[in-house]
């Protein structure tokens, strides 16, 4: 690239970062991470796909839908016939018709009802349980979508900081850029250092632009979890800080208690259990009764032997159902039945054994990830403080461009680094308490 190139190319892009460092002025909306996940547990689509299934198993889980009522029924069926007919009687008399008309006409109205079966109630119970699986499934979507939501929004926070750091970085090497320029317009400088300072100001812009663009994608992934676009601009909240109060005792002890995973286990072993205790009661006798009131009512031709007849009636009746023998259907079932509660108290031991070498994990992970943020604060500051002392030669002549653009670099990898630490340790932070089920109180 030639220098009038450079030069242009460098002008092109400090337009266009003008313009975009207006753009983010303008945005004094700040959008909180406790604002960001009301609106996703309100919208996100997964959340909603679950509400949805809670209510058709509130549905299921209604006495109607266990014969708890009884049914009625009407019917009324009428017909007519248009024939001939020819009768001979022991007399030797004949009776003919060619276009004989008679109709009918019935009507009926049934009503049943199921007095007793003893797996109605557990049936019923069971339907109930289920609903509460639904229930515990919501929090588990809930969940997940929250620690997504914490996950995206800190990844927003890293690259604004890591975008500040490169504005800055942006700043110093214009400053620089002048300074040498400086130099030059007194003889005292060589026209490489204007164009190695031009070079840096490009690449800098290149990175500032890039970090944008960054920001822009990750904004669209969390309203792709939140589930609905937001149409005004925003920035968003980058102080962290963490729990002092933390102990992994207590994760552990909270996780045993109401962890989503091991609630959904035992919400399963006791649907289970009632399935054993439904498949007790398939052979047991069950008693309904019915009640009818019939009417019909007949008319036929002139001449027919009976012109016309009605007939009424009200019956009422007890059925008993005892199924006897069922070919060995029920032991199969009961068989069945056992070994899905044996092989859910097998995934509850293992739900259990992952879930405290998680916690472990997280833990010494969490304990690290505060170490490391220690040790990236500390480099910051020597960073800092070494960029001051060169920037200081650097005007005084007595440290070179290079020496000064290495501080600088070193400043800023030191800053993306801290910025890395900071969230890393948030997440980490956020992860213990999804593990012991704390995650949702957490929530302001």
């Known amino acids: 690239m030639t ?145 997504q939501v914490y996950n995206q929004y800190y990844i927003i926070a890293q690259i604004s900081e890591n975008l500040k750091a490169t504005e800055e970085a942006l700043s110093l090497s214009r400053k620089r850029k002048e300074r040498v320029q400086l130099r030059y317009d007194l003889s005292q400088g060589s026209r490489l250092d204007i164009l190695n300072a031009q070079v840096d100001i490009s690449r800098d812009s290149v990175n500032y632009l890039n970090g944008i663009q960054q920001i822009e994608n990750a904004k669209r992934d969390l309203e792709v979890l939140i589930g609905r676009t937001i149409e005004e601009d925003y920035n968003i909240e980058t102080n962290v800080s963490y729990s002092p109060s933390l102990t992994k005792e207590a994760i552990e002890t909270k996780a045993l208690e109401q962890n989503v995973n091991i609630l959904l286990s035992d919400q399963l072993q006791q649907i289970n259990q009632l399935e054993l205790d439904v498949i007790d009661k398939i052979n047991r006798p069950t008693i309904g009764a019915n009640a009818g009131l019939n009417y019909n009512y007949q008319q036929n031709a002139p001449g027919a ?4 007849s009605t007939s009424s009636g009200l019956n009422l009746g007890l059925t008993l159902n005892w199924n006897l023998f069922d070919g060995g259907q029920k032991k199969i079932l009961e068989e069945n039945a056992k070994i899905n509660m044996e092989t859910e108290s097998l995934t509850r031991e293992q739900i259990i054994v992952e879930l405290r070498r998680d916690i472990d994990n997280a833990w010494g992970n969490y304990q690290n990830a505060l170490y490391i943020l220690n040790v990236e604060q500390n480099s910051l500051e020597i960073n800092r403080l070494n960029l001051d002392r060169t920037s200081e030669l650097f005007n005084a002549g007595q440290a070179s461009s290079v020496d000064f653009r290495q501080a600088q670099l070193n400043l800023l990898q030191s800053e993306i680094g801290y910025n890395l630490s900071r969230y890393q340790a948030k997440l980490l932070e956020l992860e213990l308490l999804y593990l012991s089920g704390d995650l949702l109180d957490s929530i302001e």
């Open 305 to 308: 032997f009976i012109t016309n």
């Open 3 to 147: 220098q009038v190139n450079s030069i242009r190319m460098a002008k092109i892009l400090a337009i266009l970062i003008g313009l975009l460092l207006s753009i983010n002025l303008s945005a004094q909306k700040i959008l909180t991470v406790d604002e960001v996940i009301k609106l996703a547990v309100q919208h996100n689509y997964s959340v909603q796909l679950s509400e949805q299934n809670i209510k058709i198993s509130e549905n299921n889980a209604s006495r109607d839908n266990f014969g708890y009522k009884p049914t009625v029924n009407a019917t009324l069926n009428p017909n007519a016939t248009i024939g001939g007919s020819t009768q001979q009687f022991g007399n030797g008399m004949e009776a003919s018709t060619g276009t004989a008309f008679s109709w009918a006409a019935g009507a009926a109205v049934n009503a049943n009802y199921l007095l007793f079966d003893e797996s109605r109630d557990i049936k019923l119970d069971q339907m109930k349980e289920r609903l509460n699986l639904s229930n515990v499934q919501l929090r588990q979507t809930i969940e997940n979508t929250v620690f």
